[in-house]
């Protein structure tokens, strides 16, 4: 290694600089309140981008994934009523699809927001986990809740579909920033530290 | 499994299968019979016409699965990778007709199979990984001469055809039918709808046939995609094949490690598994072992975990509970039968010792080459090793992976569910490392001869 001629990437310093001079740049044409604000963090800014946190990976075919974690943001338009029925649905269930969505058990959470007069829907989800590994389990338990949502969803092939995964996928956008505090600790991790916390909490008072 | 040819209730347990089983390769169906022997070759095809007069030749010797549970040994089977269908020119649509990780190939996906550090394709044998092996063609006998004289006739049909051989193994019994690592193996498999045989006990609900064979409704209701023209794919299916190297030596210094005396290291053994050496499941045998519960195939399988729900008998960590869960409560959505594989094991090497303790144990050339079969071979296999070998996740057991085949990382541990508290067994290593892996799509009979008439 030590006879190999100096390569790679340039001394983190230089390039942290170099991303700052890339921001001033851009936002050299922003409103006087985006450039007071780019001076004000720029100090903290400096040491986040030249000490970079780990990095965005892919959830599988689409998404962006940070440790353990995924997102998913699906925007399609809806069939005539369909909003109104999805709506319904929601509303019924008051608005959380608790306990259904909790048996899935990768699944952190859900939203559903109707917008441009309920002719598209925006649905965002984070969970476990990349994309598709667990799809054809959720077609073959929990098909009819699948389609029971998605039938809103204009050109919805129906989740049996071969076709399925693809609609999904064209209708989904990455994230371009992604945080998650825990990237590691999962739905399962996270209800076993519970009970684990639980279960410490009762032998404290036990030999108290 | 050979107690299916073994069974006097044979005959009564046979139908009329839903499946053409003269179009299916042996090898799909046909369990390993015992004691087996056996050799695999891997062949490279320096020629495309003589990839094709390989596949004339080879066809009239391959056998179907027809009347799977009775019929006699030997047999030849034959797979072809993506490379191998390259070479014998198949059509570019063709080709592209056939899944990504197929067309990637295996080592390719060393990422999602989570195959690196020991495990990583640069470690492999020097055969596998590059895009060179274009045929695995596969020879199973219940004796050593029968065995001998099947590989002479496939040999017999590389005669004057450049056709190389990069690699030839001959695998076997060992005393007892055991793997390895000292195990009698390959018990647990799925039972498949349709298939002409009733399931043993334990076996499970019977699977829908197209999850394991093209060209038949699988779990979803229909067909998966099936690679184009129909023909090729119809009655084919995929095989994952790798080769395992057992660090016999690290195996067992854990065991002495963790074990005082002969009783307590065999007990350990059987927790790593679920099933004692002699096969007998731990959830039938919790305290001691019962060889012939091991050895009585109505019995060694038939078993579900309703009355052990916290894993004070078969861990939940265990090798059997990981790769068929059964009724084990998961912590995530799944149906357990999207994620088997027809399993046919095959030991390579000396017989296991339990006094070898060395380093140099650890590279005695012994292991095992598995073919795992399924109609999404390439999918099933990144799944399990994803979510049900290296991670613990599933099964509500944080990080800790599957002490047989995982690939474990420095201080790995492996959780024994005990009143009052749990033993956490610390140390556990990497006791099967992967040397080389295809996958292979194992063609019907017709799609065989289909190929070998390409381009005429």
Request: hydrophobic share 40%; aromatic share 8%.
């Given at each position: 290694m030590a006879t190999q001629p100096q390569s790679g990437p340039a001394p983190q310093s230089d390039a942290g600089a170099q991303k700052i001079q890339q921001l001033r740049e851009l936002f050299a044409d922003a409103t006087d309140v985006g450039k007071r604000a780019l001076e004000n963090?720029?100090?903290?800014?400096?040491?986040?981008?030249?000490?970079?946190?780990?990095?965005?990976?892919?959830?599988?075919?689409?998404?962006?994934?940070?440790?353990?974690?995924?997102?998913?943001?699906?925007?399609?338009?809806?069939?005539?009523?369909?909003?109104?029925?999805?709506?319904?649905?929601?509303?019924?269930?008051?608005?959380?699809?608790?306990?259904?969505?909790?048996?899935?058990?990768?699944?952190?959470?859900?939203r559903f927001v109707f917008f441009d007069n309920d002719t598209r829907l925006l649905f965002a989800t984070s969970f476990d986990g990349d994309w598709d590994t667990y799809i054809d389990d959720f077609i073959a338990l929990i098909p009819d809740y699948l389609d029971l949502m998605d039938s809103a969803w204009e050109g919805w092939p129906g989740i049996r579909n071969p076709g399925a995964k693809d609609y999904l996928v064209e209708h989904q956008i990455t994230a371009e920033g992604w945080f998650v505090a825990e990237p590691d600790l999962t739905l399962a991790e996270i209800q076993r530290l519970k009970r684990t916390g639980k279960a410490v909490d009762e032998l404290l008072d036990k030999i108290q | 499994m050979s107690s299916v040819n073994e069974s006097a209730a044979a005959s009564e347990a046979a139908h009329e299968?839903?499946?053409?089983?003269?179009?299916?390769?042996?090898?799909?169906?046909?369990?390993?019979?015992?004691?087996?022997?056996?050799?695999?070759?891997?062949?490279?095809?320096?020629?495309?016409?003589?990839?094709?007069?390989?596949?004339?030749?080879?066809?009239?010797?391959?056998?179907?699965?027809?009347?799977?549970?009775?019929?006699?040994?030997?047999?030849?089977?034959?797979?072809?990778?993506?490379?191998?269908?390259?070479?014998?020119?198949?059509?570019?649509?063709?080709?592209?007709?056939?899944?990504?990780?197929?067309?990637?190939?295996?080592?390719?996906?060393?990422?999602?199979?989570?195959?690196?550090g020991l495990n990583d394709p640069k470690n492999w044998d020097a055969a596998y990984g590059k895009g060179e092996v274009h045929i695995g063609v596969q020879a199973f006998s219940d004796s050593e001469e029968d065995r001998r004289r099947i590989l002479g006739v496939a040999r017999e049909q590389l005669n004057g055809l450049s056709v190389s051989i990069l690699a030839m193994q001959d695998f076997g019994a060992q005393p007892g039918d055991r793997n390895s690592l000292g195990y009698k193996d390959g018990i647990d498999q799925p039972a498949i709808e349709g298939s002409g045989f009733d399931p043993l006990p334990g076996q499970g609900e019977p699977i829908k046939a197209g999850e394991f064979i093209l060209g038949y409704p699988g779990e979803a209701g229909f067909p998966?995609?099936?690679?184009?023209?129909?023909?090729?794919?119809?009655?084919?299916?995929?095989?994952?094949?790798?080769?395992?190297?057992?660090?016999?030596?690290?195996?067992?210094?854990?065991?002495?490690?963790?074990?005082?005396?002969?009783?307590?290291?065999?007990?350990?053994?059987?927790?790593?598994?679920?099933?004692?050496?002699?096969?007998?499941?731990?959830?039938l045998a919790p305290d001691l072992d019962n060889p012939s519960l091991g050895a009585d195939p109505q019995r060694n399988n038939d078993f579900n975990y309703a009355n052990d729900l916290r894993g004070r008998q078969a861990p939940f960590g265990c090798h059997i509970r990981r790769m068929n869960p059964r009724d084990t409560k998961l912590t995530r959505l799944t149906d357990v039968k999207l994620h088997r594989l027809i399993r046919r094991g095959t030991t390579y090497g000396p017989p296991y010792d339990p006094n070898a303790l060395s380093d140099t144990d650890d590279e005695v050339a012994r292991g095992a080459y598995f073919l795992f079969i399924s109609a999404k071979a390439m999918s099933t296999i990144e799944f399990l090793q994803q979510e049900w070998i290296n991670d613990g996740n599933f099964i509500g057991i944080g990080d800790e992976r599957d002490p047989i085949i995982g690939l474990q990382e420095e201080g790995a541990a492996f959780t024994i569910p005990k009143d009052p508290v749990r033993r956490l067994v610390r140390g556990i290593e990497t006791f099967n490392v992967l040397r080389g892996g295809e996958y292979f799509f194992m063609p019907s009979l017709s799609a065989l001869k289909w190929l070998a008439g390409l381009h005429q």
């Amino acid at each position: 290694m030590a006879t190999q001629p100096q390569s790679g990437p340039a001394p983190q310093s230089d390039a942290g600089a170099q991303k700052i001079q890339q921001l001033r740049e851009l936002f050299a044409d922003a409103t006087d309140v985006g450039k007071r604000a780019l001076e004000n963090v720029i100090k903290e800014l400096s040491s986040q981008v030249s000490a970079p946190p780990p990095p965005i990976e892919s959830a599988g075919r689409v998404g962006a994934r940070l440790g353990k974690r995924s997102e998913l943001t699906i925007i399609v338009p809806l069939v005539p009523g369909g909003a109104k029925r999805l709506r319904t649905f929601l509303q019924l269930l008051g608005g959380n699809l608790s306990p259904g969505a909790s048996k899935v058990g990768t699944l952190h959470d859900m939203r559903f927001v109707f917008f441009d007069n309920d002719t598209r829907l925006l649905f965002a989800t984070s969970f476990d986990g990349d994309w598709d590994t667990y799809i054809d389990d959720f077609i073959a338990l929990i098909p009819d809740y699948l389609d029971l949502m998605d039938s809103a969803w204009e050109g919805w092939p129906g989740i049996r579909n071969p076709g399925a995964k693809d609609y999904l996928v064209e209708h989904q956008i990455t994230a371009e920033g992604w945080f998650v505090a825990e990237p590691d600790l999962t739905l399962a991790e996270i209800q076993r530290l519970k009970r684990t916390g639980k279960a410490v909490d009762e032998l404290l008072d036990k030999i108290q | 499994m050979s107690s299916v040819n073994e069974s006097a209730a044979a005959s009564e347990a046979a139908h009329e299968s839903m499946l053409d089983l003269h179009e299916i390769q042996a090898t799909v169906l046909r369990p390993r019979p015992a004691p087996y022997f056996g050799t695999h070759v891997l062949l490279r095809i320096d020629d495309a016409n003589h990839g094709r007069e390989l596949f004339r030749r080879l066809t009239p010797h391959i056998d179907s699965a027809a009347a799977w549970w009775s019929a006699k040994t030997p047999w030849l089977s034959v797979g072809i990778s993506y490379a191998g269908l390259k070479a014998v020119g198949l059509p570019e649509d063709s080709l592209q007709s056939f899944p990504e990780a197929f067309r990637e190939g295996m080592a390719a996906r060393a990422r999602q199979l989570g195959d690196t550090g020991l495990n990583d394709p640069k470690n492999w044998d020097a055969a596998y990984g590059k895009g060179e092996v274009h045929i695995g063609v596969q020879a199973f006998s219940d004796s050593e001469e029968d065995r001998r004289r099947i590989l002479g006739v496939a040999r017999e049909q590389l005669n004057g055809l450049s056709v190389s051989i990069l690699a030839m193994q001959d695998f076997g019994a060992q005393p007892g039918d055991r793997n390895s690592l000292g195990y009698k193996d390959g018990i647990d498999q799925p039972a498949i709808e349709g298939s002409g045989f009733d399931p043993l006990p334990g076996q499970g609900e019977p699977i829908k046939a197209g999850e394991f064979i093209l060209g038949y409704p699988g779990e979803a209701g229909f067909p998966l995609p099936m690679p184009q023209p129909d023909i090729l794919g119809r009655n084919g299916t995929y095989v994952g094949f790798r080769k395992y190297q057992s660090r016999i030596g690290a195996f067992n210094r854990f065991l002495q490690a963790h074990g005082n005396t002969e009783a307590e290291r065999e007990l350990l053994a059987a927790k790593l598994v679920g099933r004692w050496r002699s096969g007998a499941p731990l959830v039938l045998a919790p305290d001691l072992d019962n060889p012939s519960l091991g050895a009585d195939p109505q019995r060694n399988n038939d078993f579900n975990y309703a009355n052990d729900l916290r894993g004070r008998q078969a861990p939940f960590g265990c090798h059997i509970r990981r790769m068929n869960p059964r009724d084990t409560k998961l912590t995530r959505l799944t149906d357990v039968k999207l994620h088997r594989l027809i399993r046919r094991g095959t030991t390579y090497g000396p017989p296991y010792d339990p006094n070898a303790l060395s380093d140099t144990d650890d590279e005695v050339a012994r292991g095992a080459y598995f073919l795992f079969i399924s109609a999404k071979a390439m999918s099933t296999i990144e799944f399990l090793q994803q979510e049900w070998i290296n991670d613990g996740n599933f099964i509500g057991i944080g990080d800790e992976r599957d002490p047989i085949i995982g690939l474990q990382e420095e201080g790995a541990a492996f959780t024994i569910p005990k009143d009052p508290v749990r033993r956490l067994v610390r140390g556990i290593e990497t006791f099967n490392v992967l040397r080389g892996g295809e996958y292979f799509f194992m063609p019907s009979l017709s799609a065989l001869k289909w190929l070998a008439g390409l381009h005429q």
